[in-house]
């Protein structure tokens, strides 16, 4: 049995001592969740005890006996996904840290959680656009929407159709500075890709993409996030997507850097620069925008 140990590498397990780590989570989840948006039967709280339902083994370990071993070994089932692994071993820790001093890990401005905006791998794109475009919501449409046109969620979500118009004949969705970050006017070159996720027109003041609610014409501000979460529980964020793009332009693409920063709506050159720029480059940032269809969602 040693010899086998010792040629498959088989993690030793602890003996059994003690509260095991699944009641210590509980424990856990009991004093830190109410403190965090949405309280304990919150989204926050339901994806923290999802993600570790999927190690059922581990969480009936005496939390006394886990090292750093047993904590790898369960930490593989997320050897595909370095940011989730990554959080968990996280997670592990925090709750190791409760159970042997009481504190919870401290979220307090002071001291905040660090977010980022995880961006999936430009080879992955394809993939989800096509899980997308089998669910055929208005969610789901919005989203591919939102990728395509590596704009933020709020652009999408705020977006109506008097905003959709044409420049030099060519079909363009022209932002108001008043909805942009930077406050100034912001024109996407559309693709055929995304004309078709709009579907049929409606009136100047309709939301591009409406609520589900009689009372609500516009989709709620977590609406993205929820639909990635479907396929992607926990290892990026729309907002991304972004940087997803920027990275393909710059890796797998000829275009220059500084179309995919106008694309971005990114300050581009210096400040004397920008005031003296009397064009966006529109026409140039076409057929950029018409590569990233072609390669996120292929022809329509």
Sequence with gaps: MELIRARWSIPRLPSPRGKSFGEWLSEYLA????????????????????????????????????????????????????????????????????????????????????????????AGVPKLMAELSALGTVDARALQWTILSAARTEETLGGTWKEITEVDGLPTWVIPGSRMKASKTHRVPLTPQMVALLGERRGPDDYLFRGHLKRENRLGAETLRKVLREFYPDDYTVHGFRSTFRDWVGEATDFDRTLAEWSLAHAVGSKLERDYARSDLLSKRRPLMAAWASFAIGAR
């Design 31 to 122: 004093e830190a969740s109410p403190h965090w948006r949405g309280g304990v039967i919150g989204q926050e709280a339901t994806h923290y005890r999802q993600s570790f339902d999927k190690i059922p083994d581990f969480l009936k370990l005496p939390i006394a006996g886990i090292d750093e071993h047993a904590k790898n070994a369960a930490l593989k089932v997320w050897d595909a996904f370095p940011v989730t692994r990554r959080k968990m071993g996280i997670r592990i820790d925090a709750i190791r840290k409760f159970a042997a001093t009481g504190k919870i890990r401290s979220r307090s401005k002071s001291a905040p959680e660090v977010q980022h905006h995880e961006a999936m791998p430009a």
